[in-house]
């Protein structure tokens, strides 16, 4: 039990690390350095990982709930004049996204990956990118989603003729969006030798791990 609820706070906060680390690739490849830590943000940010890696393996009730949000919305207030509304909105509604994911059933296990693998990563990265840099643009949105899809991807991977269609579209849809001029070269060709090798590793080498940490490698591979 002891060691669950280490890798459960480890998870937590590799978890906090993977939304931070493509804006803050972007953020110094295009040298917008001119910034100062959000606290306020980074709590927030925290709060949400830890809920969603560590807080919900325990099984929180409504009231936990309930106190976890009122904290949140203290934080908000406290952050007012420092984070843009339209960040606190979208970081909140990832918070109340992972209190409705208690309530969705097997049948719509797709629902909870998207929602816990996809939507929460992607937006609590755009919040953390908008905060700092002031400014969303395609450049950054479309390779982050990118790494996000293809994570999902590997992780459900399991060799049905299903799977290679998946992985088929994946790279027909990185080539449109290299043609587009959404992602260069480098970063298309990247996505996806990250997305085969990760494939045959899996299913030759037996070798795989968590959805968590394909993003992690994901964004850190765009360090490229």
């Not at 953020?27 to 940010?45: D, G, R, V």
């Not at 929180?60 to 908000?76: H, M, R, T």
């Not at 994911?101 to 929460?120: A, C, G, M, N, P």
């Amino acid at each position: 039990m002891i060691n669950f609820k280490y890798k459960k706070l480890i998870s937590s906060l590799i978890e906090f690390i993977s939304y931070h680390v493509f804006p803050f690739i972007f953020i110094f490849t295009h040298s917008l350095t001119n910034y100062t830590i959000n606290w306020f943000l980074a709590i927030m940010i925290a709060m949400v990982a830890l809920y969603k890696e560590y807080i919900r393996s325990l099984k929180p009730n409504i009231y936990f709930n309930g106190l976890y949000s009122v904290i949140y919305l203290i934080l908000i207030l406290l952050s007012f004049r420092s984070l843009n509304t339209n960040v606190v909105i979208l970081v909140f509604i990832q918070l109340m996204l992972l209190f409705l994911t208690k309530f969705i059933t097997d049948k719509y296990e797709l629902v909870q990956t998207l929602i816990e693998s996809f939507i929460i990563p992607s937006f609590m990265s755009i919040a953390i990118a908008y905060t700092y840099m002031h400014f969303i643009s395609f450049n950054f949105v479309v390779p982050l989603l990118l790494v996000n899809i293809a994570a999902i991807l590997i992780d459900y991977f399991g060799g049905a003729k299903t799977d290679y269609a998946q992985l088929v579209t994946l790279i027909i849809l990185t080539l449109v969006l290299f043609l587009l001029g959404y992602v260069s070269a480098l970063t298309s060709i990247t996505i996806v030798a990250f997305v085969v090798v990760s494939i045959l590793l899996k299913k030759f080498k037996k070798f795989s791990t968590s959805n968590l940490f394909y993003r992690l490698i994901g964004n850190l591979l765009l360090l490229i």
